[in-house]
């Protein structure tokens, strides 16, 4: 998971304390470490922290500076890696002065040392020797591009010791007043947007009656009604209620293959499988299952596990198809799924 929020520091101090809910949330989420990195007169300076619980993380965001320096933030849920002070980010790229926050799971792992996380090992392997030899590499938009290219759905965020920040894979994130939020997964926006999921909508592309209809986490089955700029809900606000047409008729279409389910397993692409289970519900958790067979990682502690995971850990534990299917609009099914489990490859039966 992960998140990283970047924006002026008195905006992201008072939005964390002041919204109800928010930093309870994000920490519950993602409890594995707090780092900050900001410009001072003496060049870049990077605090770090392991909380033990919700009130270390509220004290540590308390003591952010009530300026308007531009500052990034980052939130750590470990997948790679010891949970430890140096696993911690942001990382030094240049030692005091470029320093760069990661959000995802990248495919060049941490295989060489398993103690160390994944974007270390990415930082040792890929970023430290060029990035010395010409720190200002780091806010060149061909190179990051390049960088956008070859991590695919992963977000990086660079400063440097005056201050300047970049992004990589930007529009993977969500903004809100001049704040950036590196993804939508890892936290609750409606905490902080009343009207995300309105504004944000996957709609279904079935443009009916001057309604796009689609499942919305927070206000149910229903529609978008783009003249009155509301949500209508199905069941009692459209007369008469139009019913949506069956699942292959949408205008959308993910070809459920083996090799496509495969390298969304492998590199954890929680956005793809989001996406297929939005629009082919049915017969992408029927392939998962019959090609698959799931085993909880060593990711999933079940201690750290919120109620709602808890359930889908045992709907897929179980093979609960139909119960997995009613909840596949939730990005939390996903989640489970993605980070929770290694899937194998079921056996082929060979029938005499």
């Known amino acids: 998971m992960c998140l990283i929020i970047t924006g002026q520091s008195n905006k992201i101090r008072t939005t964390l304390l002041n919204t109800n809910g928010l930093l309870s949330d994000i920490h519950t989420s993602n409890p594995d470490g707090i780092g900050i990195m900001y410009a001072t007169s003496k060049g870049l300076k990077i605090t770090k922290t392991l909380p033990k619980n919700y009130a270390d993380a509220l004290a540590f965001i308390s003591k952010l500076p009530q300026d308007d320096r531009e500052l990034a933030i980052h939130f750590r849920w470990t997948t790679h890696g010891h949970t430890d002070m140096e696993n911690c980010h942001p990382y030094n790229v240049v030692n005091g002065y470029v320093a760069m926050m990661h959000n995802g799971v990248l495919h060049t792992g941490n295989a060489p040392d398993k103690s160390k996380s994944d974007t270390w090992h990415f930082i040792k392997d890929y970023l430290t020797g060029p990035v010395s030899e010409h720190p200002p590499l780091v806010h060149n938009a061909g190179f990051l591009t390049m960088l956008a290219d ?46 995300y999921y309105q504004s ?114 045992a709907m897929v534990l179980s093979g609960d198809i139909k119960a997995l299917e009613e909840m596949s609009h939730m990005s939390t099914v996903a989640e489970v799924i993605c980070y929770y489990f290694d899937w194998h490859v079921r056996p082929v039966q060979v029938v005499a």
């Open 150 to 195: 070859f991590i695919g759905d992963n977000r990086f965020v660079f400063m440097d010791g005056d201050g300047r920040m970049s992004h990589v894979n930007y529009d993977q994130g969500v903004e809100h007043d001049g704040m950036w939020f590196s993804n939508t997964y890892a936290w609750v926006p409606s905490k902080l947007i009343s009207n």
């Open 200 to 313: 944000t909508k996957k709609a279904y592309k079935n443009y009916v009656n001057g309604y796009d209809y689609d499942y919305d986490d927070e206000f149910g089955y229903g529609a978008w009604d783009y003249e009155t700029k509301s949500w209508k809900d199905a069941t009692t606000a459209l007369t008469p209620l139009t019913p949506l047409p069956d699942d292959d008729t949408y205008d959308m279409e993910f070809d459920v293959t083996f090799d496509s389910l495969s390298n969304t397993l492998a590199y954890c692409d929680v956005d793809t499988l989001s996406e297929m289970m939005d629009f082919q519900p049915s017969e992408t958790l029927d392939c998962l299952f019959k090609w698959f067979e799931p085993k909880m990682n060593k990711y999933c502690r079940e201690d750290r596990l919120t109620a709602r995971e808890e359930d889908i850990l």
